[in-house]
């Protein structure tokens, strides 16, 4: 079990990120991370331990940007140390992942995308995802993500950004928790309500292979096949 957050907004993205995995801090000990989307580029911290060791060396080395996601995890696949934490990232630096679940058939997508070029960094399940969005990347994020869930077996929860698409975060799930949180000129994608109690006032629920798209100003949400509609619900 691992917690994930996704914000986008005006506010300091590490500061609202740090404080929602605060929230979450019970889903995950074993490390955290955050990646903030800066100047069409994106910037990351991720360290072992508790969040506390997080928090201290961003004091030291502040991240920022409005928009951006975060982690705490709870080791599956790989130990915990740097290279396994979350955010993971593709090959270029562009996209970066958190993701909450385990991925079943990790080391047959990882073969194959090693043999098409990609390098991977960890041991973890999670990894396929970046380079999976990646390569269906064509300017279009929630695509990419439908096309990369489709070949998923297994249960995840993501959160992911793109160098390329500022003030927008992406999420899905399937088995395992992930909610949109609604607030004023502002965002979030959570594994728990009260990761985003401080800021939302509505909640949408998202069902099983269910993407939601999130600006600060819209939530979008399809399912796998690319069909829209809308829900919430209100705290």
Known sequence: MCGIIGYTGKCDAAGVL????????YRGYDSAGI????DHSIAFSKKPGKLYVLTDELKRFPLEGTSGIGHVRWATHGIPNGPNAHPHLDCKGRIAVVHNGIIENHQALKKALMREGHKFTS???????????????????PEAVRKTINLLKGSYAICCIHANEPDKVVGARYDSPLIAGIGKDENFLASDIPAVLDHAKDVIF????E??????????II???????????SI
């Open 123 to 141: 041991d973890t399940d999670t990894e396929v995802i970046p380079h999976l969005i990646e390569k269906h990347y064509k300017g279009d994020l």
């Open 206 to 209: 998202l069902e099983n292979s």
């Open 223 to 233: 399912d796998r096949e690319n069909k829209k509609y809308e829900k919430s619900y």
């Open 35 to 38: 990646a903030v989307l800066h």
């Open 18 to 25: 740090v404080n929602g995995l605060k929230r979450l801090e």
């Open 211 to 220: 993407i939601a798209e999130i600006t600060p100003g819209s939530v979008k």
